[in-house]
């Protein structure tokens, strides 16, 4: 019977409704609806929102808000969720095929121990993310998996562990608590072990009393992101210089010198080819990367041929009008994301990320500024600035955005495509990383 009723809370837990008992609880679902929905339109998950958009929707109505906005979303995604693929493959002609063997793999997870969780899965195609709320708490979705019974285990490290169906295509597995712990995870052979350990006193004790230990280079991950590619050329700029040639080369240079001092470094492009934003910041995520740096070059409004310098972006919200119109830019191949998605997802936003994010976006702002005055002249300090970039949107890591120059200056237009000035400004932005990391070991 206890059995059955730790399970039952476990299922209301993950698919409770708007809880209407009085207005501060109905707020306070409101809210948890709106993280909900964020999360599912990171992880392209339709079915995720609709549920949370439909709660969104009856919480807002009880507390008389407007939901005109959520209501017409909701719709929209109905409808697009009504189409589905027609796989113009029968059953007979896989078994006719001769010399091919069509290995079925079950859906069904199967859990082998608790602690630490060894569970065999589906497919190794798993999203990780971290809620910091009251509770601390590790998420691992299973996309494409099936549990038969739900799972609630309190482990010996004061940590409790749900598995449970979050929706019909997805196991859920959360692990919670109210202090600080950390999660390791690896997958070999379809099998997921998870371990969680908590740091003990002694550990911070011993932490305070020492010196900071000195960064390790080849413990960082770095993601640089050449932005645009293939269809998508970016700014075009005087004598019809394509943006997205002149960041790559600049990418390739900033992985070469993080390279050479110790670094893991991924480029998310490696040579002429569209790869979609959210495509960009899954891809950090998987890597696991310690830093995202999207680098990209500018254009005037009208072209203003007198505009110049050099920016720095981190993900805020904002009303500078002039970051609003360089993210606007940036921002146009996003689509599905209206005003209303934005600006819930931005008011969102892990603080602690942003604060980190603003830091690393000052050092790299200042090793570019040094590195390209040491050799030329004509370089201009644009600052360091707040911007609702979406390619930054869904990281679990400091990220920014470099602006690193106008396509519609002359000067700066033929210095963005010097291979010497691309390798000096490249310079400047590893020399930035290094101070970022040697102030936030």
């Known amino acids: ?71 017409e979303k909701l719709k929209k995604l109905k409808k697009k969720n009504r189409i589905k693929p027609v796989i113009n493959v029968s059953k007979k ?5 001769p010399h091919t063997k069509v290995k079925k793999v079950s859906k069904y997870v199967k859990i082998y121990s608790y602690d630490p969780l060894k569970i065999k899965i589906p497919n190794t195609n798993i999203k990780y993310f971290t809620i910091n709320t009251k509770l ?43 202090k600080r712990f950390l999660l390791n995870y ?13 740091p003990g006193k002694r550990h911070y004790k011993t932490t305070l009393a020492q010196k900071p230990k000195a960064f390790k280079p080849n413990k960082k991950v770095i993601v640089i992101d050449p932005g645009h590619g293939g ?21 390739k240079y900033l992985k070469k010198y993080l390279t050479q001092k110790g670094y893991t470094v991924y480029l998310t492009r490696n040579s002429d080819y569209f790869i979609p934003l959210k495509k960009r910041t899954h891809f950090a995520n998987l890597k696991k990367a310690d830093l995202f740096i999207s680098i990209h070059c500018n254009i005037a409004p009208r072209h203003n041929r007198k505009v110049h310098g050099v920016e720095t972006y981190f993900l805020s919200p904002t009303r500078n009008e002039r970051a609003i119109q360089v993210a606007r830019l940036e921002n146009k ?12 997802i931005l008011n969102f936003l892990n603080r602690d990320r942003m604060i980190d994010s603003n830091k690393l976006a000052i050092d790299i702002q200042r090793g570019m500024l040094s590195s390209l005055k040491r050799k030329y002249n004509y370089v201009k300090d644009n600052g360091v600035r707040p911007a609702p970039f979406w390619v930054l949107v869904g990281t679990q ?34 020399e930035g990383i290094e101070s970022y990391f040697k102030k936030n070991p």
Do not use: W
Request: charged letters at 25%; hydrophobic letters at 40%; proline letters at 2%.
């Open 1 to 71: 019977m206890k059995k059955a009723l730790l399970l039952l809370f476990s299922f209301l837990y993950l698919f409770a409704a708007c809880n209407k008992t009085s207005v501060n609880t109905a707020y306070k679902d409101y809210y948890k609806y709106q993280k909900k929905y964020i999360s599912a339109i990171l992880n392209n998950d339709t079915n995720s929102e609709i549920y949370a958009l439909k709660n969104l929707i009856d919480c807002g109505k009880y507390l008389h808000f407007d939901v005109k906005e959520y209501e």
């Open 93 to 97: 002609s896989e078994i006719k095929t």
């Open 136 to 178: 601390y708490k590790k998420i691992i979705d299973l996309p494409g998996a099936v549990i038969s019974k739900n799972v609630f285990k309190r482990l010996k490290n004061g940590v409790t562990l749900k598995i449970a169906q979050f929706n019909k295509k997805t196991v859920r597995i959360v692990y919670y608590s109210k």
């Open 186 to 198: 690896k997958i070999k052979n379809r099998i997921l072990t998870v371990k969680i350990s908590t």
């Open 231 to 251: 269809k998508d050329a970016g700014g075009v700029g005087i004598k019809n210089r394509y943006e997205k040639i002149a960041v790559l080369q600049i990418s």
């Open 333 to 344: 191949e996003i689509k599905g994301l209206n005003y209303l998605d934005q600006r819930v």
């Open 397 to 430: 890591m400091p990220a920014i955005l470099i602006e690193a120059g106008y396509l519609t200056n002359p000067t700066e237009s033929s210095r963005l495509f010097n291979p010497n000035y691309q390798k000096t400004l490249a310079k400047g932005v590893a």
